[in-house]
């Protein structure tokens, strides 16, 4: 029997698994299928207080696992495949088949990429993707595409001028959605072309079914163009990861996030089970308040446990 388990390794789960962890709980984290969350994808974080010269998302969810480490938490680099929760009584079935039981539970199950375009999926691999960090190199002195305008596609956009000859931002609206720090470096990038008022159709391939351009089409005119490139970044938003939780009688709202008891608190509708980060945060999703909510779902559990360590009969 662990004490508390908690699914994901990304700033809210890191964050729980430290306040827990110095709490004597030795916490045991399930990395999951993307060890440390989205944030290991973002080249530069600058808006992380205590970084005054920024960090890599890598190096930030890095150095938070192993802070949690260093209290006595277990990271396991494994996903669950399946969740049953009853008061004391959780049960976490992982993917090679092993059952973990747990008496708390905290929920930082994170986000991932949201598609944008119909035929996405078949082009992974073949000039599409989702982080510049990972990809960008492979796009050397090439023409890439970015769709989105917002942080993420601008700060996609930027790194990808570090390697590509021409990088083409297709946005479906005439103003940027993104924080104005990024708009405006964008804005006075002379590698960045940008394409307003412009919605993503579908992707040209080449002969050998790799990515040979986006079609898009104006919003404004009507007009059909294609943009030709050999990659393209798709950052149209995230969607939280919380098809685990479907019928586990966790209450998610009708975007798919966790619903909070209490929005300044951590508790979900089930005792002993909490939530923190991006997949209970339609707002915000920030790593710093990512961070911030672990936090208290850390401390939400050491205390719903220390509770009913305390009542009688109780061991
Ligand atoms: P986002 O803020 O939701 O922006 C999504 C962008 O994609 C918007 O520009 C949106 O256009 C566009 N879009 C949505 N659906 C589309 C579609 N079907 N076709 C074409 N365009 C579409 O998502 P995000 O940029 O991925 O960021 C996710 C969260 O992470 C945000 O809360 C963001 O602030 C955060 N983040 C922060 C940082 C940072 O602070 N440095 C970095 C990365 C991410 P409209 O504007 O027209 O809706």
Redesign the pocket.
Known sequence: MERLVILGSGPAGCAAAIYAARAGLKPLILAGMQPGGLLTQ?NHV??YPGFPDGTTGFDLTDAMARQAQRFGTTLKFQAATKLAFSPHNNRILLDDGTELVAESVVLALGSRH?L?LPDEKQFLGKGLSYCATCDGAFFRNQSVAV???????L?EALALTAFASEVHVI???EA????KILADRVLAEPKIRIHWNC??LGLEATETGRVAGVRIQSTTSSEETLVSCTGVFV????LPNTELLEGTGILLDEQGYIKLRDAARSLTNLQGVFAAGDCADPT???AIVAAGMGAKAGMDAVHFLSETDNQPGQK
């Open positions: 973002t600058e808006n949201r944008g769709i989105g305008g917002g942080d993420m596609a700060e946005h479906r609206r940027f959605s993104a924080t919605l993503p950052a149209v938003g995230v915000y999703r920030q």
